[in-house]
């Protein structure tokens, strides 16, 4: 059964003054899979090798199904902590082959040696390796090394098991396959898991709940719907995908957590040409009181393309862009005096230069009013 993970004002400083984590506290219900997300430098390996006690934690308090393991006076070693982890570079033994690799993560067992073997290439058919069970790791792709790694965690049946960006260094299709059965057999095994990630793709397709990291501190925890909906703060709302940003001003009173607004230009003549019309955004969560002005954060959900002018756009702008991507067409549009808007979707391919329309949607744009 997985194990509930207790963390309680964390903090890290590296030698040289580095403060990789700032009072981070976090409780993790046994079994389920929580992503943390977070920037390059943010603090995600440092916090997974404190939970794990390859770190030493500066303050605070860590505890594992209910037994404290690391705080000011205690550090309960890696090998006695009930879990399992998987690396970024595969981490396996060069020395043994994809079997052995796996068998070894059960030398601690008090199992018959055949016994442990059986189990070894059980869980190596699980992740659809049977026939590479003799080989050696340089004789496998990188996918078939990080399957490896993946049995080898899974093997052991520990509580928690710790990811740290197992995918990251895959090609994209491999990396999707492997992503599906990563959630599939560690729910399976119904292990407690933390997996970091700098993908906010990845974090939200793996995910019960997502914990953003931003400079050592964890700045919101929700699952993967309620951040998308409702980030804390611009920096998580641009850290889970945005089409773009628009000044704006707000041009009436909130009324059930929604104002009307207005894109304004930083440039009024450019603006001119961008045609703007009045629009509804929701109040960010945590936004205060809407101003006089602020700024619309505006998802890729949140805008459209519309036929020309044809009368129900809040913009106009011009295609700089267009990606073809099976189920329809991204564009990035150039919006005068505003900046660009990317990933913006239609059925329907619009040129490069064409003049379009674009429709925003409440549901998608986000005001944070000025001055916070
Ligand atoms: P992430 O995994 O999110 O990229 P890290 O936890 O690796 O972030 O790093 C957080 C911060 O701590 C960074 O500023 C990094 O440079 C610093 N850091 C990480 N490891 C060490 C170390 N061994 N010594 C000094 N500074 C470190
Ligand atoms: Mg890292």
Redesign the pocket.
């Known amino acids: 059964m997985g194990e509930r993970i207790e963390i309680e004002n964390l903090s890290k400083e590296?030698?040289?003054g580095?403060r990789?984590l700032a009072g981070v506290s976090l409780d993790v219900a046994p079994g389920r899979f929580l992503v943390l997300l977070?920037p390059?430098?943010?603090?995600?390996?440092?916090l997974l090798r404190c939970l794990a006690g390859i770190e030493r934690i500066g303050a605070g308090r860590i505890a594992i199904g209910g037994v404290t393991v690391a705080s000011r006076r205690e550090h309960v070693p890696p090998e006695r902590r009930d879990l399992s982890m998987v690396f970024q570079d595969y981490a396996l033994w060069p020395h043994l082959t994809a079997a052995e690799n796996v068998a070894f993560a059960l030398r601690r067992r008090r199992l018959p040696r055949a016994e442990r073997r059986r189990r070894a290439a059980q869980m190596l058919a699980g992740v659809g390796l049977a026939a590479l069970a003799g080989r050696y790791p340089n004789e496998m792709s990188g996918g078939e090394q990080q399957r490896v790694a993946l049995a080898r965690a899974l093997v052991a049946g520990t509580g928690l098991i710790l990811c740290d960006e197992p995918l990251s260094n895959l090609d994209a299709d491999l990396r999707e396959r492997l992503r599906v059965q990563i959630a599939t057999l560690v729910r399976e095994a119904a292990a407690t898991t933390v997996y970091i990630t700098h993908d906010q793709g990845e974090a939200f397709a793996l995910a019960d709940e997502v914990g953003v990291l931003e400079r050592g501190s964890l700045v919101q925890v929700g699952t993967p719907e309620e951040i998308y909906a409702a980030p804390a703060s611009p920096f998580v709302a641009r850290f889970t995908g945005l089409a773009g940003e628009l000044g704006v001003r707000v041009l009436g009173p909130v009324r059930g957590g929604v104002a009307r607004v207005l894109a304004t230009p930083d440039d009024p003549v450019a603006g001119a040409r961008a045609r703007a019309r009045p629009f509804t955004a929701r109040l960010a969560p945590r936004g205060g009181r809407a101003s006089a002005g602020g700024t619309v954060l505006v998802r890729p959900t949140g805008v459209r393309l519309c036929s020309g002018e044809d009368g129900e756009h809040h913009l106009v702008g011009t295609v700089s862009d267009v990606a073809f991507r099976g189920r329809g067409y991204e564009h990035a549009v150039d919006v005068p005096g505003q900046g660009r808007l990317t990933g913006v979707f239609d059925d329907s391919r619009a040129a490069r230069g064409q003049r379009v329309g674009l429709r925003l949607e409440q549901a998608g744009c986000l005001l944070f009013p000025a001055g916070r």
Do not use: D, L, N, Q
Request: overall charge positive; aromatic content about 8%.
């Open positions: 590296y030698p040289g580095v990789a977070g390059s430098g943010s603090g995600k390996t440092t």
